[in-house]
């Protein structure tokens, strides 16, 4: 019982925020591009309109759903092509909530309840009663997803490439940290997206640092350190020297319960180069410092250890 006591309500939440965002999302009006980030799960007023009609997990208005968010974005509407990975995101991981929801309930509904106390029977059924809501809400949400065709969900990856490209910031920084990666099974499927990754990263590391996102410095800080794995590296041929330029400049804008594990990855970086190497990258790290990023360190700077691919929605 105890292991169902810890992990079952861990689906919960996690069932809980996925559902929170489709029906956020479809209760929101379609917004203009300079509300993309807001509202990344906006469903048109026309398609919240058949919502309340029977029949709406009707796989050609799932797919025609998806069609028309990608005709947008392939148009340059940077709300919609946010919808787009977004809504594919949630389907992932809608996927693997329900698989592991579905085991943890056949785990709790072949648990023995004789002998349990009084207090342990009552939490035994709430557990039960959990199982029913959480089933219900998965099939509410599963009603965007389950018409999607398999080429629909192997769209996630060239839609998030899109959506950062057009300058989206989470999508940038989670497809600079990821890459074709966040979907390693289409990946073997497209091993072309790895040669559309390689040729995408300079240009979006160029288009991050002007636009001064932190996140983005964060994932290169991470991605550049010395025997870090991952596409990024090798993208961007990392060294030393790079390494300790995207080190210097988050620390300058790093929060306060950050700064002492930063310093002292700066002084063991430092000891890898040369004094001139060292003096040309902080120079770097400053000019760029005040130039992008308006000289102040931001509140807004990411932790350590955030996950860049958690986008709002979460």
């Not at 079952?8 to 993309?36: E, F």
């Not at 759903?65 to 940077?78: H, R, S, V």
């Not at 199982?131 to 509410?140: D, F, H, V, W």
């Not at 288009?207 to 993208?235: C, F, I, K, S, Y």
Request: hydrophobic letters at 40%; one cysteine or more; aromatic letters at 6%.
């Amino acid at each position: 019982m105890r292991s169902n006591r810890l992990v079952i309500p861990l689906i919960v939440v996690v069932l809980a925020a996925l559902a929170g965002a489709y029906w956020l999302g479809r209760s929101q009006p379609h917004a203009s591009q300079g509300d993309a980030e807001s509202s990344a799960l906006a469903v048109p007023a026309d398609r919240r309109a058949r919502s309340t009609q029977p029949g709406l997990r009707n796989g050609s208005r799932a797919r025609g759903y998806f069609a028309e968010l990608k005709i947008a974005a392939d148009g340059g509407d940077l709300a919609a092509s946010t919808r787009l990975y977004r809504n594919l995101d949630l389907c992932h991981r809608l996927r693997s909530a329900a698989w592991s929801n579905a085991v943890l309930a056949g785990e709790l509904l072949d648990t023995q309840t004789r002998g349990m106390s009084a207090a342990q029977l009552e939490n035994y059924r709430a557990q039960l009663d959990g199982i029913e809501s959480r089933r219900q809400n998965a099939r509410r949400m599963s009603e965007l997803c389950d018409g999607a065709d398999a080429a629909t969900l192997d769209s996630l990856v060239p839609s998030l490439h899109q959506a950062a490209q057009l300058g989206e910031p989470y999508a940038r920084a989670c497809y600079l940290a990821m890459g074709p990666g966040l979907d390693m099974r289409a990946l073997a499927r497209h091993p072309e997206w790895i040669d559309t990754y390689r040729t995408s990263v300079p240009g979006m590391v160029e288009a991050g640092l002007a636009a001064g996102d932190w996140a983005m410095v964060n994932v290169l800080r991470t991605a550049l350190q010395p025997g870090a794995e991952g596409l990024l590296g090798g993208a961007l041929d990392a060294d030393p020297a790079q390494h300790f330029r995207y080190l210097k400049l988050y620390r300058l804008g790093a929060g306060a319960g950050d700064i002492a594990v930063l310093d002292q990855q700066l002084a063991v970086a430092a000891a890898r180069l040369s004094p001139q190497q060292r003096a040309e990258a902080e120079t770097w790290a400053d000019t760029t410092f005040r130039r992008d990023f308006g000289g102040r360190p931001s509140a807004g700077a990411p932790g350590l250890d955030r996950d860049p691919c958690v986008f709002p929605h979460e």
